[in-house]
């Protein structure tokens, strides 16, 4: 049965507290991976809610993909994907219920994995949105990784793409804000060998266009 197969696979894991890729080097899991209490209640909620359509957005080492496709097959059904489109939606009443979906497709897909979006709105209403384009290896180890932002000045019907500037090497986890003054911040954190480090990438005003 396939659920036995992936509880195999995950109690392995546990047990051995590594992971090893194509490469043949083991690399520690935890405390990189969430934890199993923090994986199965990730199954759990999985199963609770019937998810069908669940999408891959850097779970390291695949340990939480693994919780998350078990509790699909204890569905019955259901597909674990990358990210491959960026949606916008809106609700107007708590969560209720929602608009439909309009892609943003000045943020391009096509080459990885969406990332860690954030967004903000500016003082004159502006919309914007950034994120990461990601490549990763086997293990979802962070090859490569590119920022993106759109930006949108109709309440989200269309965006149009934002070109941004910043430090090369791999680019991740890219946060946005406003001052008051309508001013662009991005931050995010640049991967070295040595590890990440923090920077500011982009700073001054979005010009009406």
Not at 8 to 33: H, K, W, Y
Not at 123 to 130: C, F, I, T
Not at 149 to 159: H, P, Q
Not at 167 to 182: K, N
Request: glycine share 10%.
């Amino acid at each position: 049965m396939a659920t036995e197969r992936i509880r195999r696979i995950i109690q392995e894991l546990v047990t051995t507290e590594s992971v090893t890729g194509s490469d043949g080097v083991a690399r520690r899991l935890f405390p990189v991976a969430l934890s199993p209490p923090e994986a199965a209640a990730l199954r759990d909620w999985v199963v609770r809610e019937r998810a069908v359509h669940t999408i891959e957005v850097g779970l390291a080492f695949g340990f939480s993909s693994l919780h998350i496709c078990e509790g699909l097959v204890l569905n019955g059904e259901g597909a674990h994907e990358p990210a491959r489109k960026v949606l916008f939606v809106v609700s107007d009443d708590g969560g209720e219920s929602w608009s439909q979906p309009v892609e943003i497709g000045a943020l391009g897909t096509e080459s990885g994995t969406a990332w860690r979006l954030s967004m903000d709105i500016a003082p004159d209403g502006a919309l914007a949105v950034a994120h990461s384009i990601t490549v990763v290896d086997d293990l979802n180890w962070t090859r490569s990784a590119t920022l993106q932002m759109a930006v949108s000045r109709d309440d989200g019907k269309t965006w149009s793409a934002e070109p941004i500037e910043y430090a090369s090497g791999v680019t991740t986890d890219p946060d946005i804000a406003f001052t008051p003054e309508g001013e662009l911040l991005i931050t995010g954190s640049i991967g070295a060998e040595e590890g990440s480090h923090p920077w500011v990438v982009h700073s001054r005003i979005l010009e009406d266009k």
